[in-house]
């Protein structure tokens, strides 16, 4: 497996003289390096026979879109078991399988021994080393579609109690965590971890010999344009440059109850009580136990509750209240945050959130969303008395109905079209138009004599009237 990844990264220039082949060298790993933010592999394997044939399409640098990978999936859904697992990890790359795998026969320190061990065993196996990330999206639905079963989100302890059946389909959805630190033990720990987990999983279905097809994939890429950029812009001076951080983007706050329902997500959530404020953000967002007691979903009402122990001493819990109406005008469905409630020490307060309100095929989404004035104030007190409580919400983005995944549906944004800057543009346009038809007005209202005075001629005589 990871001799086949590590084939997928290598130029074949050997024959080229040196200098052309470090400039296409480095042309190349630029292009894979972009190309590599919208890719996540796909691996494939069954224990059944001859349900894949050679992907002869995926030469280096070939991305497999969704059309090709039907053509892949299709012979396996119709042909093959009618079990399913898919472990989908929250970030993989290719390149994961070249640092961490057991390259060059040192198998000994791999971190992917089970899922090597599964290949090398399994009847019919196929890598996909680029797909696209649009394909892997819409994956689960794809899968459910095919084989008439819902997903069933599982883990070790579920499946242990789960009696799978060669005869009827299932949809066995195992999620795969994966670590956001820059450090490298972090990311191997991480994927020896869930490479020890697809071993249980594929340990139990050997016992109960119950055949499967399984397939390994991820949401997203881990790696980015900036590991390698430094080789496209030239080999001897950057090396030592540091390179630049970027943001570490957590996956949104998901309330699921047979299937993700509530997505929430905010790049910066901050509550104050008495002016002392704290950062939610790092409790919030990448947490595996989240405290969503409480949470609620139907296809009317939502409730999305978010609990911590010891905030400001004590136990708070957020709640957002929102609601799914009919409206005959628009013919749509349309939601809205009816409030934000915050619970603590028995007391309750209530925030009037109706501002945020889109279609509810759509999400909502705002740069700000807070108490403050000075950020817009969509969230405003139930009662005219100052609030001891507020909150601040930067890039804000929420849905509660028609979710798909857990991927955002598209956006309904509360920056209106026209921004303060446009309107200041129109004013001054329309002023220097108004200047510009006033002295073109000017200039054709004047009017020269029609007759002038010829010393050749008689002269004009000029009545005087008294």
């Excluded at 200098?19 to 790993?29: D, G, K, N």
């Excluded at 059946?165 to 959805?173: D, F, G, T, V, Y």
């Excluded at 109960?208 to 812009?233: F, I, Q």
């Excluded at 955002?408 to 038809?437: E, H, K, N, R, V």
């Amino acid at each position: 497996m990871a001799a086949t990844a590590a084939a997928c990264v290598r130029e074949g220039t050997r024959r080229a003289p040196a200098f052309w082949q470090m400039r296409l060298l480095s042309l190349w790993l630029v292009v894979a390096a972009a190309a590599t933010e919208q890719q996540v592999p796909l691996v494939l394997w069954s224990s059944d026979r001859d349900l894949w044939a050679p992907a002869t399409d995926t030469h280096e640098g070939h991305i497999t879109s969704d059309l090709q990978l039907s053509t892949y999936l299709d012979p396996a859904l119709e042909l093959g078991p009618r079990n399913v697992l898919l472990f989908l990890q929250d970030k993989l790359s290719v390149e994961d399988f070249t640092a961490y795998g057991g390259v060059f026969g040192n198998k000994q320190d791999s971190t992917f021994s089970n899922l090597e061990n599964a290949l090398d065993l399994a009847p019919s196996s196929l890598v996909l080393p680029a797909v696209d990330w649009y394909a892997v999206s819409t994956l689960t639905t794809y899968l459910q579609e095919k084989l008439g079963a819902s997903p069933l989100h599982v883990d070790l302890a579920t499946l242990r109690e789960l009696k799978l059946n060669a005869s009827l389909p299932a949809l066995l959805l195992i999620r795969l965590p994966y670590t956001a630190s820059s450090g490298l033990m972090a990311p191997r720990e991480a994927l020896t971890g869930n490479d020890e987990i697809i071993g249980q999983v594929l340990s139990m279905l050997k016992s109960e010999d119950v055949p499967y097809t399984a397939a390994l994939t991820a949401v997203r890429p881990s790696r980015v344009a900036r590991d390698v950029a430094m080789v496209g812009g030239g080999l001897g001076r950057q090396l030592l440059q540091k390179q630049p951080v970027s943001p570490v983007i957590h996956p949104p706050v998901s309330y699921n109850d047979t299937a993700p329902r509530i997505l929430f997500w905010a790049e910066n959530f901050s509550v104050a009580y008495r002016e002392h404020w704290e950062d939610l953000t790092p409790m919030t967002f990448g947490v595996q136990q989240l405290n969503l007691t409480g949470s609620f979903w139907n296809d009317s009402f939502a409730r999305l509750s978010l609990t911590y122990e010891q905030l400001f001493g004590t136990t708070v819990t957020f709640k957002f209240i929102l609601a799914n109406r009919f409206y005959p005008v628009s013919a749509r469905h349309w939601f809205t945050m009816e409030r934000l409630e915050i619970h603590s020490n028995g007391s309750v307060v209530y925030f009037n959130a109706s501002q945020i309100t889109g279609p509810s095929i759509y999400s909502f989404h705002c740069q700000y969303v807070s108490t403050l004035s000075k950020q817009g104030s969509l969230l405003v007190p139930s009662t005219t008395q100052p609030s001891l409580w507020h909150m601040t919400l930067q890039d804000f983005q929420i849905q509660a109905f028609n979710v798909t995944g857990e991927q955002f549906s598209y956006a309904s944004d509360c920056a209106g079209f026209f921004s303060p800057g446009i309107w200041m543009g129109l004013l001054t346009s329309l002023f220097m138009l108004f200047i510009f038809t006033y002295g073109l007005h000017m200039i054709l209202s004047l009017k020269t004599m029609d007759r002038f005075d010829d010393h050749k001629g008689p002269t004009i005589t000029l009545t005087q009237i008294v």
